[in-house]
């Protein structure tokens, strides 16, 4: 009988040694990006940020597909042991559908906001609720999905509803400051002039107020330091109140009118098997 019960005690030792192999606490109903150190991952090109993957994946082994539907089926196959996709992507194969799980701990968080500079909290500025509220007549009026249209396949994502009842400016002008060589968001064209998602959001809400739109492109990690000098009214671009690191200075951030983060998205039995 001891021997039996020994032979039970060891056994279950050596399962939760085998388990702790995976992850760095058996116990864990959840992975983590460092647990998938030297497996493989799966991109999609043109949707995936690559570089983000080797950043915060140590020695991940990556697995590139030409559409999504190839790496969710890849996934599916477990040919690999992750796929990485944008919010818009990996709604569709998440919402129900109990195969996939979308990971806890995101690759990157990135939304892209408008902001613009006040000199304190006390200082009088409706600027951001007029970029909301403008941002809210372009969905209801569907201006804003046709706009996304010409630059993603995915399906515009919601925004929240404002009042749009932005006053009409004459003889103004609202000069925005966009990232440079930041396609498809903001682009030279052809003809040398700056295009993209961003610009013909900005040029929507220089309509909305009845203002001519005047574009200035700068580094993205110039942008701040523009609308703080007085060299542009509003900035558009991947945004955060953590970029704002000088406490003296005051941002106004908007909503987010782009979710461009990265979700890791595993098979469900792969979580389920760490509990």
Known sequence: MRKICLALVLGTLLSLLLCGCTTD???QDYILLKDLKGEKVGVVDG??????????????????????????QALRDKKIKALILNPRNAEKYLKGDSDFVVMMQKLADKEYKAATYVQDYT???????????TLSKLRHTG?????YGK?????????????YNAGTVKD???TVGVAEDNAPFSYLDKNGKYTGFDVEFANEVAKTWGAKLEIKAYPRGKLLNATRNGE?????????????KDKNDWMLFSQSYYD?????????????SQK
């Open 260 to 272: 461009a983060s990265q979700l890791v998205i595993l098979n469900a039995e792969d979580v389920n």
């Open 143 to 147: 201006e804003y999905d046709k706009i």
């Open 25 to 27: 606490n058996p116990n």
């Open 47 to 72: 949707i995936t940020e690559e570089t983000l993957v080797k950043d915060n994946i140590p020695n991940a082994k990556l697995k590139s597909f030409a559409t999504v539907e190839e790496g969710v």
């Open 151 to 163: 630059y993603f396949e995915q399906k515009a994502p919601e925004v929240l509803d404002f009042d």
């Open 172 to 174: 103004r002008v609202l």
């Open 123 to 133: 200082e009088s500025d409706s600027f951001v609720l007029e970029i909301e509220s």
């Open 232 to 244: 542009v009214k509003m900035i558009l671009g991947r945004l955060t109140a953590l970029d704002d």
